[in-house]
């Protein structure tokens, strides 16, 4: 079942039984709402609507709110967020519930993630509806501004759609925030410009990244610490500075593949989902970097992040450490 046919189905008749799990955490708060709205009705209802956290608590409460009627309405909903932090053994508790759900309910469970070999879950899978929401692709994100802003009743020119999505990152509540900004800034006008979106559009930390991406190449190591260092003063969480550096290397990582297999500019253009001006750039920038200097960048994202998450160390000290290492052991194009 795709996503819009689940959501066509809680107009008619939502289901007893939804799981919804996975790392796009707005895709899953917006159809959270969508259920609640089908179950409960716009108003707030605090007899027919239970929330629950799944790490504080247990499968004996879940299944007391479960099996309670609702109170003047035809149906209640229970929901426990951050199911993936419920013991397994209290999940376990939850498996007799699915083969026979009480048809006044609809259980809504969310995780971020979740062992599909696991008795319960493979269970669920045949007695209910689950969906798996991954973090959009970078060629997803223009059909997904473009709806944004179909709902909000403007349209926009396709090249200030390119521009838009080029100085935008995969973050989906950031892209939102923008398109909230873009719709204030042209009024009563329901055609988006180019013009627009350079007026409204901050390119300051798609730039940063830009340049912090050419420094290293270059092995200006002044100018590369300078802008992890601007980064810090900006107050940008250190793992997305990381997040946005390692996103940065995978689009050039990407280029320079198509580019070894003498790819057109057009054809690295539709690929990568990019304006052709920023593919231009990139191709460039793509240039100074050999396959091994892309295989040991993703070496030293990965020991970077599990140092910022573990050794408590300083992030800021990390990150330029890392950058640091990505110039010394920069080789030569092959």
Partial sequence: MRLDDFYRQLEVNPPSLILLYGEEAYLIEQTVKRVR??????????????????KQSTAESVLD???????FAPRKLVTVHGFDQMSAHEQDKLTSYLNQPSPETCLLLVAEKIDSRRKFFQEFKKKGVVFKFDPLKDAEIPDF???GLQRRGVRISRDALELLCSLLNSNLHEVEAELDKL???VGERQQISITDVEAIVSRGRTESVFELGTAIGLGNM????????RFAAASEP????LNLITGHYRLLWKIRSLQSRNAPVTDIVKSVGRPPFVVKRLVEQG??????DF???????VETDLAIKSSGGDPEALLERMVMRLIRDKKKPE
């Fill in 37 to 54: 709205a089908a179950v409960i009705g716009a108003e707030k209802d605090d007899f027919n609507d239970h929330r629950f956290g799944g």
């Fill in 65 to 71: 709110a479960a099996h309670t009627y609702p109170v």
């Fill in 145 to 147: 501004a473009r709806r």
């Fill in 183 to 185: 719709v204030l800034y």
């Fill in 222 to 229: 002044a100018r590369a610490l300078t802008l992890v260092r």
């Fill in 238 to 241: 250190p793992l997305l500075v």
């Fill in 287 to 292: 240039k100074r970097f050999s396959r091994r």
């Fill in 295 to 301: 295989i040991n960048a993703y070496q030293l994202f």
